[in-house]
């Protein structure tokens, strides 16, 4: 299991450690298949054990070969888009950026300031006046550019607790709406019975009856969040520290047929290292010669041997018909891209392919595949069942005649049979670094011609 969670850069130094470490371990040269152990004198798949596989127009093998690395003479113009690892966006920049036309000059070293002593979940570490002494400003100053960045996406920073931010994003919602102008008043009178949710000791107090309350209530809960960060942090535009193994030395590769049939797919895992572990047939033999004092150790040496190929060789075999069931899934979603990815599970593979869920878990951690288009990928996009929503999500609002909100979108999808809610459809939206419709609107307005 330890070794099914590696990336192949990741297993070829354990198995360089191994080999170091352990005299009856040997790295033979000659290109031998990973499963059968025949020599292979071409390129390509092992005939054998690649004519065992070829069903259903797919052809998956391990391969004797290291993974490909792009050129070093390759400049960084020739590499595509969406093989360049994503760099980490800044929360600051990303609400700097929404402010651009909003700030005065003066204020803007002022924002920076603010943005930079957030604390993780987007409040204010200081009072406002602790902050105007410190950058000498004036407090109506310091109140203006408080006031900006609390209402940008994600709205609510900035502000001084839980309560204040819930509060800032409902100036963002519809304030002729009953509901929200009696939400103001829950969290601004009732915020400590609203977190216990005691609704009739709400209702009696507001003269409201239960219901209305607790439509507030939910309203609250299911469109707005008390820890704005949050929705940054966790939303996928902060990428995690750039991987190489995804970017550069895919684990599999997925290619087509290459001898023209474009039914065929063929899917090439790669070695860690090129060359063939096996257990020194020499070092075995000589351990019946071994002195007494060796022969505990040299035994050691050998069962630990045997057993390292043994797993290495068990990897190999669940990465092949992992592949061979996730391939013969998601077929389309390989050639035709993230509209028609299918929707599967980590348990339904693992049911297929009979083993425990938490093998295919480990399994796909740590690996990356390269698709016939040039893309490399996180082998877990196999398993995101939004990816197809995000991308109806993206061309809905490449094509919208106006800024349309969240509702919007999730009625246009609702009539193609894709039923979200509208927070999913903020969540997706966030996730794929698309503002929300009124940042999109006054974007649209700045760059509209005077």
């Not at 371990?25 to 596989?53: K, N, T």
């Not at 991987?243 to 090439?268: C, K, W």
């Not at 002195?291 to 669940?318: D, I, M, Y």
């Amino acid at each position: 299991m330890s070794l099914l969670t590696l990336s192949n850069l990741e297993l070829r130094d354990r198995v360089m450690a191994e080999i170091a470490a352990n005299p009856a371990l040997e790295m033979v040269d000659d290109r031998v298949c990973p499963s059968c152990h025949r020599r292979l004198v071409a390129a390509g798949p092992c005939p054998a054990c690649s004519s065992r596989a070829a069903d259903d127009n797919l052809v998956v093998f391990l391969s004797p070969r290291e993974s490909h690395r792009p050129s070093k003479s390759a400049s960084l113009d020739d590499t595509p888009p969406e093989m360049e690892p994503a760099a980490p966006e800044d929360l600051a920049l990303h609400v700097l950026g929404q402010l651009a036309g909003q700030l005065m000059e003066d204020d803007r070293p002022l924002a920076a300031f603010v943005l930079s002593s957030l604390d993780e979940e987007g409040f204010l570490q200081d009072p406002p006046a602790i902050i105007a002494r410190a950058n000498r400003a004036s407090l109506e100053q310091v109140e203006r550019v408080l006031g900006l960045i609390s209402h940008a996406d994600p709205p609510g920073l900035a502000t001084q607790g839980p309560r204040q931010a819930l509060l800032a994003q409902l100036d963002l919602l519809d304030q002729n709406d009953p509901a929200v102008l009696l939400a103001r008043r829950l969290l601004q009178e009732h915020f400590s019975e609203l977190g216990r949710r005691e609704f009739e000791r709400m209702a009696h107090a507001t003269g409201m009856n239960v219901a209305k309350v607790k439509h507030a209530a939910n309203l609250i809960h299911d469109k707005l969040t008390p820890y704005p960060a949050r929705a940054f942090w966790r939303s996928g535009r902060q990428a995690a520290p750039a991987d190489p193994n995804v970017y550069h030395t895919p684990d599999i590769q997925i290619s087509n047929n290459p001898n023209g049939d474009e039914a065929m797919l063929v899917v090439e895992i790669f070695a860690p290292l090129s060359g063939w572990l096996r257990v020194n047939p020499l070092f075995r033999q000589s351990l019946p010669e071994a002195e007494e004092e060796q022969s505990e150790a040299w035994t050691r040496h050998l069962e630990r041997a045997s057993l390292f190929v043994k797993c290495l060789q068990q990897r190999n075999n669940t990465m092949r018909r992992l592949m061979q069931a996730l391939v013969a899934r998601q077929r389309d979603f390989i050639r035709y891209g993230d509209r028609h990815l299918a929707p599967i599970t980590r348990a339904g593979i693992a049911t297929e392919i009979g083993v425990h869920e938490s093998t295919v878990s480990r399994a796909v951690s740590h690996k990356s595949v390269a698709l016939p288009d040039g893309r490399i990928i996180p082998l877990t996009r196999f398993f995101d069942r939004s990816l197809s929503v995000r991308d109806r999500i993206k061309e809905i609002v490449d094509g919208e005649p106006q800024p349309l909100t969240d509702d919007e979108i999730a009625a246009m999808l609702r009539k193609d049979g894709v039923r979200v809610a509208r927070r999913t459809v903020a969540k997706y939206r966030a996730i794929e670094g698309i503002l929300p419709a009124r940042l999109r609107h006054s974007r649209e307005m700045q760059a509209a011609p005077a």
